[in-house]
């Protein structure tokens, strides 16, 4: 018969060989998580370092400091609205309603 002698690197190529015949299984699974993703927010015009009220003196009459406070008060819920806007715009972005 047939005598056949098999060489250690001969049997090596044939089990690469035929490992690599078979193909790979993929599977791909969906995984549902929040990942943090930072969200730098620039600082608006509307909120500045001075308000109104910052410039009146204590020697002002009482109608200038009225006035000076009610600007005050719609400078700061501008840049209220602005900040809001601005962090609902980083929420909407990671995906959250």
């Given amino acids: 018969m047939w005598e ?8 090596i190529l044939v089990l690469a060989l035929v490992g ?24 608006p015009a509307e909120c500045k370092d001075a308000y109104a009220v910052d410039k009146v ?6 109608l200038t400091i009225n006035r000076a406070l009610r600007s005050e008060i719609e400078e700061r819920s501008a840049c209220e609205v ?3 806007a601005a962090v609902r715009g980083c929420n909407h972005s990671l995906g959250d309603k």
């Fill in 57 to 62: 003196s204590i020697k002002d009459d009482a």
């Fill in 4 to 11: 056949v002698a098999v060489r250690p690197s001969s049997l």
């Fill in 20 to 43: 690599c015949a078979g193909k790979p299984v993929v599977e791909t699974h969906v995984v549902e998580k929040l990942v943090p993703v930072p969200c730098e927010v620039t600082l």
């Fill in 82 to 84: 602005m900040l809001r």
